[in-house]
């Protein structure tokens, strides 16, 4: 059920990004060379804890510091090996060698080649050395890491936090699951659990009690450095998980009118000219439930009409003095915000894909949402319930097809985070954008993958085969 437990050589000196690995990639820059690259860019993209080094004169890929893959190049083809080579299936044929651990697949430049299964052969080989380098200690245990109190962490009860159905779902197949309860003030007694187990999903908000992730995302940059899978990477969040993400995506399909706005100079300058076209929204960069969400309307050339989205909060008028009172404090210490266009179409709701890596795994749909707009003269509404639904919505199948098929990929290649590298659980705000001929267009409007809790019954399975995959449990992927 575990697969085989191979042979470990371990490189303490594997660092993530090694100069002699670039500078060999560098100084092969024919065809073959190319080749040997795309290929080791792959091993790369394995998972956050692949570190490299230059072994025996060829790129070599590590699971922490134990090697698991290499490339080579010589006169006419490229050698993708691996150091379990001996003890992966190959259904395909793709493997050669008589050693007792080592194999290798060999590529020629136009020559035939299944490209899919080399790409499992080296995610399982990535896997296999994973479980084999965690040793005995660690077996496939998985922490599930949210915030909570001392007594919340004497306690450590599945069934008392918001994920006791999770829990549930990963002991019925065969996942051992524990919880992990954080707080900067025992951040060494959890490291010293993480390590003892093979995996980690992490539900913790930007900011939680006053508190930022400083110390979180360190310590999970750690774990990961020796080995646990985290999900999600602090990497991964800062390239995915913050509003700048709106800017980086404005050209794409599901983008919108985004810019990053640096200061307050900015603010009076650039945002203004801007709020001359119609209203605006900005966003603090990194943040959660609504707080430092601003829409700001321009009713004169010195009256603005601004709304907060945090809940509870009402329409102002104020001067732009007052507005840029407002917004200061998300500039202090080098913070800044993001700029969006207002979508009139808000109005229609919000739509949440959640996803379990690059795969829709159901759907919540919001009616009235924090910005709704009041009628006139009454007071804004209260945002209501968020309506979930699996996959499978009719409502929501355009929006799904986009996703799987063009949006994720495009999404990945603009933020440089490798499919293998997705949240196995996240989640992208939509709001319908302008009608277009072919049908409804969408803006994005956040993507959460901090503490993306709740979530709809239906990812809960996805994210159980996701889990089981990442930790070396199953052969196929979810």
Known sequence: MGGPVIRVMRFPTATRRDPAVEAWLRAHDDELGAIARQWFEVLRACGDDVRELLHDGQPTACVGDAAFGYVDAFTAHVNVGFYGGSALDDPAGLLVGTGKFMRHATLRPGAPLDAAALRDLIQRAYLDMKRSAAGPGRGARLGILYPGDRAMRDRSDPGESRFAALFRALGAAGVAAEPV?????????????????????????????????????????????????????????????????????????????????????????????????????????????GIGVWRIEMLDGDRFLLRHAQRGASETVLDLDGALRCLAPYFENGGHMVDQAW??????????????????????????????????????????????????????QVLR??????????????????????????????????????????????????????????????????????????VAGP
């Open 181 to 289: 309860v954080y707080h900067d003030d025992f951040v060494d007694e959890v490291r010293a659990q993480l390590l003892r187990l093979a995996g980690v999903l992490a539900w913790h908000n930007p900011v939680e009690g006053g508190r930022t992730r400083a110390v979180l995302d360190a310590l999970l940059r750690d774990v990961a450095d020796q080995g646990v899978f985290v999900s999600a990477h602090p990497e991964t969040i800062l390239r995915l998980g913050t509003k700048d993400v709106l800017v980086a995506v404005r050209d794409l399909p599901f983008g919108g009118d985004a810019w990053r706005v640096g200061s307050l100079d900015e603010v009076r300058g650039a945002v203004m000219a801007r709020l001359a076209d119609g209203p605006r929204v900005l966003k603090q960069h990194r943040g959660h439930s």
């Open 401 to 474: 097809d986009r996703l799987e098929h063009d949006w994720v990929r495009m999404l990945c290649a603009t933020t440089g985070v490798a499919r293998e590298a997705l949240p196995l659980l996240w989640d992208a705000d939509f709001l319908p954008g302008e009608k277009q001929a072919d049908g409804d267009s969408y803006v994005l409007c956040e993507v959460n993958v901090s503490s993306v809790s709740p979530f709809p019954e239906s990812s809960i399975a996805p994210l159980v085969a996701a889990v089981r995959h990442r930790l070396g449990l199953d």
């Open 343 to 396: 979508q009139p179409r808000l109005v229609e709701g919000m739509v949440r894909a959640y996803l379990v890596g690059d795969r829709v795994a159901g759907f919540g749909h919001q009616a009235v949402n924090a910005l709704y707009p009041a009628a006139a003269g009454a007071a804004a509404p209260l945002p209501g319930p968020r309506l979930y639904s699996g996959p499978d919505d009719p409502r929501f």
